[in-house]
């Protein structure tokens, strides 16, 4: 069992979200600020974090500030009524994982739990197995067909990004975003170059292809598990 550690100061919103994470089986914990939680994670192991950003006290930003410098990498969503790029962005920067804008949709707030929960697990293996083929993230290597490839990096996290998510579809931005940085300057274009030079390296590859969503971006396909 997960175990989610909630931190908002208002208490209906805070008693909302145990509640549903607990009926989908999760195990919560709640705190009503950054102090609060940083006491109770000082007892408990934690797999997620739900952060509010305006809060008494210690608010979101400086609790997420004070996670990663402590390089603590326990997932972040971020729960928030600031629907403000600038908010979104110093989030993001200060190392939230994601990031939602109250009222949520309880049904998406679930999906995007167990997702960054999905995220950790492989960043915590640090690798993925699709059929015959293996990736291993700390030395951005690849074996396939008996044969081991160290790819460039930026190809091999564009590649470990979507095989990390088989079926999702993602936009050419969001791939910039993560890969590139929200604050690179460079052109979209360079996603279509790195995808066109990955489908050439394994057209080959029987356990998975990278497809095209006309109009939307790319997503890769797993064939064999």
Known sequence: MFNILVVEDN?????????VLEDNGYKTFSASNGNEALEIMDKQFIDLIICDLMMPEMDGYEFTDTLRKCNCDIPILTV?????FKDMKRSFELGSDDYMVKPVNLNELLLRVNSLLRRAKISAEKKIVAG?????YDSLTVISNGKSTVLPQKEFYLLYKLLSYPDKIFTRQQLMDEI??????????????????????????PDFSIVTIR???????????
Do not use: P
Request: charged content about 35%; overall charge positive.
């Open 215 to 225: 109009g939307l971006g790319y997503k890769a396909v797993k064939t064999r598990d």
């Open 11 to 19: 208490r209906d919103m805070s008693e909302l979200f145990c509640a």
């Open 180 to 205: 590139w940085g929200m604050l690179s300057e460079t052109d979209e274009r360079t996603v279509n170059t790195h995808i066109n030079r990955l489908r050439e390296r394994f057209k080959d590859n």
């Open 80 to 84: 928030t009524a600031r629907d403000q």
């Open 132 to 136: 015959s083929t293996v990736l291993y």
